[in-house]
């Protein structure tokens, strides 16, 4: 079951993470479509907490970001949650820049520095399991 107070807080986070930011905001980014993005809370497979799905509707260029379901129950961590929303807000920024490109390990290291300068900005513990794209 989906807990709206988590729900809530971490739309708070990201909007004071997005109101903040001088990195990730800008008000020319070159995101395709009408800037829109549909978050849709799903059971994702595996251990997957986020994923980006970037103009997949091209006819009104629609960006949607899948978020697995356990992110959003009674005892999910809102940080975590915001924190991976951010994680894959980079990515969509990356593929506004850059659509073909391919290298991995540079998309995946911007979106934990990301990830890394949220949870400093909001005062949370900084999560990750791929400290090895993060060791600057």
Same mark, same amino acid.
């Given at each position: 079951?989906?807990?709206?107070?988590?729900?809530?807080? /971490?739309? @708070?986070? /990201?909007?004071?993470?997005?109101?903040?930011? @001088?990195?990730? /905001? &800008?008000?020319?980014?070159?995101? +395709?479509?009408?800037?829109?993005?549909?978050?849709?809370?799903?059971?994702?497979?595996? &251990?997957?907490?986020? +994923?980006?799905?970037?103009? /997949?509707?091209?006819?009104?260029?629609?960006?949607?970001?899948?978020?697995?379901?356990?992110?959003?129950?009674?005892?999910?961590?809102?940080?975590?949650?915001?924190?991976?929303?951010?994680?894959?807000? +980079?990515?969509?920024? @990356?593929?506004?820049?850059?659509?073909?490109? @391919?290298?991995?390990?540079?998309?995946?290291?911007?979106?934990?520095?990301?990830?890394?300068?949220?949870? +400093?900005?909001?005062?949370?513990?900084?999560?990750?399991?791929?400290?090895?794209?993060?060791?600057?």
């Amino acid at each position: 079951d989906l807990d709206l107070s988590i729900l809530n807080e /971490v739309g @708070n986070l /990201v909007e004071t993470y997005l109101t903040t930011s @001088n990195y990730l /905001v &800008s008000k020319n980014l070159p995101i +395709q479509g009408k800037d829109t993005i549909m978050v849709v809370i799903r059971d994702l497979p595996g &251990s997957t907490k986020g +994923q980006l799905a970037p103009n /997949v509707i091209t006819e009104n260029g629609l960006n949607i970001l899948y978020m697995d379901i356990d992110m959003f129950k009674f005892d999910a961590d809102p940080a975590l949650t915001a924190g991976t929303i951010i994680h894959e807000l +980079q990515h969509l920024v @990356n593929y506004a820049y850059d659509s073909t490109e @391919n290298i991995s390990s540079l998309n995946e290291g911007l979106s934990s520095y990301f990830e890394a300068d949220f949870y +400093q900005t909001v005062g949370a513990t900084f999560y990750t399991t791929d400290r090895d794209t993060v060791s600057w």
